[in-house]
């Protein structure tokens, strides 16, 4: 059985499903993803677009929210206020 959210997601426009998204992420300013020497590798618009890194949910919220070294290569950080 689906849930309630993804049934919704699949009834609404582009633009809407991108607004739900942005109130649900726990980073709704964005994701950025550093190397070693603190160059940015890639940017995203929330945390919810990580998934495209085929890395799970869970896995992707401890290196997010604790800042740890993710493959000893990246640092996920929050982008701030």
Avoid: C, W
């Avoid at 964005?30 to 896995?59: M, Q, W």
């Amino acid at each position: 059985m689906q849930s309630t959210l993804a049934v919704t997601l699949n009834l609404h426009s582009l633009h809407a499903k991108k607004v739900m998204i942005n109130k649900l992420s726990k980073h709704p300013l964005g994701v950025d993803i550093y190397d070693l020497n603190l160059n940015l590798i890639r940017k995203f618009a929330n945390n919810v677009e990580l998934k495209t890194l085929n890395i799970s949910k869970v896995t992707r919220g401890k290196y997010l929210n604790n800042g740890f070294l993710y493959k000893n290569m990246y640092i996920f950080k929050p982008i701030q206020p």
